[in-house]
Nanobody, 123 residues
Framework: QVQLVESGGGLVQAGVSVRLSCVASRLPFTLFSMGWFRQAPGKEREFVAAISWLDVTTLYADSVKGRFTISRDNTKETVYLQMNNLKPEDTAVYYC????????????????WGQGTQVTVSP
């Protein structure tokens, strides 16, 4: 079955940069848009960023625009999330997701999900 495996999370101080990676397997990667969501304790899962499969357009949540960058390497079947100038409010479990269409912000429409990687940002 399809697997999405995230890595790169950890405990960091505010202001630093972290890059998350998500490797896909058994997925026709070039036919799927890829995205990142996050869920903080006690909160609903929220959209962070996405990148389309066709024209590689990107979409960002307002809260991360200008600080986070999503990219993909189709040869490695990997999607990245470069997170700069991290803030304590970025603390969450970050999930990688795949959708067989143009990306959307509603999490319920995404088909495949990874297990998540924890990012904790201390003040």
């Amino acid at each position: 079955q399809v697997q999405l495996v995230e890595s790169g999370g950890g405990l960091v101080q505010a202001g630093v940069s972290v890059r998350l990676s998500c490797v896909a397997s058994r997925l026709p990667f070039t036919l799927f848009s890829m995205g990142w969501f996050r869920q903080a304790p006690g909160k609903e899962r929220e959209f962070v960023a996405a990148i389309s499969w066709l024209d590689v357009t990107t979409l960002y949540a307002d809260s991360v625009k200008g600080r986070f960058t999503i990219s993909r390497d189709n040869t490695k079947e990997t999607v990245y999330l470069q997170m700069n100038n991290l803030k304590p409010e970025d603390t969450a479990v970050y999930y990688c997701a795949a959708i067989g269409s143009r990306p959307v912000t509603r999490s319920s429409e995404w088909k495949y999900w990874g297990q998540g990687t924890q990012v904790t940002v201390s003040p």
